[in-house]
């Protein structure tokens, strides 16, 4: 019900990858076994084919669309989508006539709102008599939490689905029907075949749109996680750096501050001065620098740079100047570390790789019965009811072992620093955690 029939002209046109591999069953769907296998909420109902309004909520590229197309198919009900964005109460109106027709000659329709989060309370209470009346069956997608984004009346007719994200065994398989479909690998290094599933970050439909440019490559190249990369990111527009001068000069006091060479650094500050430059390029850069550089081996680096900062502000030019200077002096000689630096690198790079991984249950709010229901908050560890003040609990992903981004060194403050981390972790040990 949810097809046109075939034309002469379907195959005319040549079909993007993702269109050709739209799963034809709810079988084919990945990543979904949790709801759609024949002991979970949808297999049931297709089972017994009596479809409740759902909404199903997810992220981007899991699914939602395919499923509520599969469901009408599978039930045998007339598919009807709409967009919240552009769809008013004027034509939901029609819609709402249009299936009252078929269903006075046995036809149901399911009616299918994408992005449902976004109609306001008015659209959301024009569905609320037809979905309770059985005129449609109503299948909402939404990236959002509905708990938040959809009004009490309308979520206690439907039945809330959380969809995942698609982890490395379903991006596996939609890989595999890419690969038979084109008759031939990736042209990827294992490394390469990693990092794109990492791009994809669980969205199905981005990978198999990166897979499809992937093969636009002319055959026997086989591109490596660098050659990815820049195959990827090369329809981005790139940024041409001018006044190189300009540049020289700042790299120049940036690395004399990091060497500890106060001398060279108070040298080319005022080769920076006497050139011209903004004083307040100048201050923003030695801030960078107090938080790249230094961090918490001096924790008074960068509120010293803030203050440089402001005193130029307020003074200008030339008395303000002495105000940067005495900070260039401060940078030069407080104790360096790039811990910081270090440390919210790796965690950025964890981010990519992982993904949208949810953090674990326990540590999350549970304002809503819906998110009290699903677990939220459940068996959360005070640690001000601790002895010691430190619960130990596991605050990352389930899916993700534990990391340590932050390594301090033994310079200046991060000395203290890293006494403390080194006592919890052996709480933790003794824990168990």
Known sequence: MSHPDPSLFDNATPRPL?????????????????????????????????????VLWGPPGC?????????????????????????????????????????????GTLLFVDEIHRFNRAQQDVLLPYVEDGTVTLIGATTENPSFELNGALLSRCQVLVLN??????????????????????????????????????????????SEEIYSLPEGRTLDPAQLAAFVQRRRPLYDKAQEGHYNLISALHKSLRGSDCDAALYWFARMIAGGEDPRYIARRLTRFASEDIGLADPQALPMSLAAWQ???????????????????????APKSNASYVAIGAAMRAAK????????KHILNAPTKLMQNIGYGEGYAYDHDTAEGFSGANYFPDEMKRQEFYQPVERGFEREIRKRLDYWAELRRKKGR
């Open 165 to 210: 994200r698609l982890d490395d065994v379903a991006l596996d398989l939609l890989l595999q029907r890419v690969e038979d479909d084109q008759k031939r690998p990736l042209p990827l290094t294992p490394e390469a075949r990693a990092a794109l599933k990492a791009m994809a970050d669980g969205d199905g439909r981005y990978l198999l749109v990166m």
């Open 63 to 107: 699914g939602k669309t395919t499923i509520a197309r599969l469901l009408a198919d599978a039930t045998g009900l007339y598919f009807e989508p709409v967009s919240a964005v552009a769809s008013g109460v004027a034509e939901m109106r029609k819609i709402f006539e249009a299936a009252a027709g078929r269903r006075a000659t046995g036809q």
């Open 311 to 333: 005193a130029y502000e307020r003074l200008g030019s030339p008395e303000g100047e002495l105000a940067l200077a005495e900070l260039v002096i401060y940078l030069a000689t």
């Open 353 to 360: 790789q992982y993904g949208s991984l949810m953090p674990p």
């Open 18 to 54: 993702a269109d050709r591999l739209r799963p034809r069953t709810l079988a084919d769907v990945v990543g979904q076994d949790h709801v759609l296998s024949p002991d979970a909420p949808i297999g049931r109902m297709v089972a017994s084919k009596r479809l409740a309004s759902l």
